[in-house]
């Protein structure tokens, strides 16, 4: 990623650096690439560069730079060991954060914090982070680290300069089987709300990526190029209007797991609306 790299160092050359990103998809790129912004930022040698040997890059590049502070769902069972099956960001990491962050830089220039996988974010916590993002403190940086756009509260996506990367592919049996989950209830709900995520997500991926093929039969910007004939194929079987309300039907249904609703009402609705299509 490069031009992204390149993006940060003009935006730091020229001053226009933003109190918060969103880094959607790229996973362990991503998360490198956010590494990468905090020592450009921080590096004792040269602003904007990253030397490799001052005490900030060194430190940032092993996760211990005390103007560093990363939230995560493993952070959350580390601290909270009767707990260890959350499978979602809490109010509580939030407000950690929040507090962390409007404290003056022990050493730094910035403080940075890290939101990693914030489509597992509750909705008191979106709604804790929102506040942040309205009022950023001076000398702070954000990255919000998530799948998609989408499964996010809109609201903090258009507070954030979004950056893109590439997605994983996903394994033919991977897509087969959560498509067929989406089509049996009772499967479903013996699984976590974590998995409820994955299933859904990986669901809308495969159907955004029919939708694009049936729009301009493009094969560069699919999720999942390597299936290009099996998507050409369920293209043909489905109107587009079928395949938009197919993903609008499993989105709403993202969002309401993401809220915390009851299960069996959210998935119930969900067959019912697939059914319809």
């Known amino acids: ?3 992204v790299i390149e993006g940060f160092k003009e935006a730091i050359r020229k001053n226009r650096v933003g109190h918060s990103y969103l880094f959607v998809g790229g996973n362990e790129e991503a998360r490198k690439i956010g590494i990468k912004f905090a020592q450009m930022l921080n590096c004792e040698q040269k602003e904007g560069e990253i030397c490799g040997s001052c005490y900030s890059c060194q430190k940032l590049d092993a996760l211990t730079h005390p103007d560093l502070e990363i939230i995560s769902v493993d952070e959350f ?4 060991k009767e707990n260890r099956r959350s499978d ?25 914090g890290f939101i990693l996988d914030a489509q597992l974010l509750t909705e008191e916590a979106s709604n804790a982070l929102l506040k942040t993002l309205e009022e950023p403190p001076i000398h702070s940086l954000l990255i919000i680290f998530a799948d998609s756009t989408y499964s996010l509260v809109p609201t903090i996506v258009s507070r954030c300069q979004i950056i893109r990367f590439p997605a994983g592919q996903v394994k033919t049996e991977d897509i087969h089987s959560a498509l067929t989950l989406l089509q049996d209830k009772e499967a479903l709900l013996s699984k976590s709300r974590l998995e409820w995520k994955e299933i859904l997500h990986t669901g809308l991926r495969w159907w955004r990526d029919i939708l694009i093929f049936k729009l301009c039969a493009e094969s560069k910007v699919l999720f999942n190029k390597e299936k290009i004939e099996l998507i050409r194929k ?5 109107s587009l209007e079928q395949v938009k309300r197919k993903m ?6 993202y969002n309401l797991i993401n809220r915390n609703l009851n299960p069996k009402i959210v998935f119930a609705n969900m067959l019912e609306g697939l059914k319809d299509v």
């Open 88 to 112: 979602s960001l809490k109010i509580e990491q939030i407000r950690k954060l929040k507090t962390w962050i409007s404290l003056k830089p022990y050493c730094a220039r910035y403080k940075i």
């Open 248 to 253: 609008e039907v499993l989105e709403k249904s």
């Open 1 to 3: 990623m490069k031009r």
């Open 234 to 238: 369920e293209s043909e079987r489905y």
């Open 77 to 80: 069972r580390e601290e909270n």
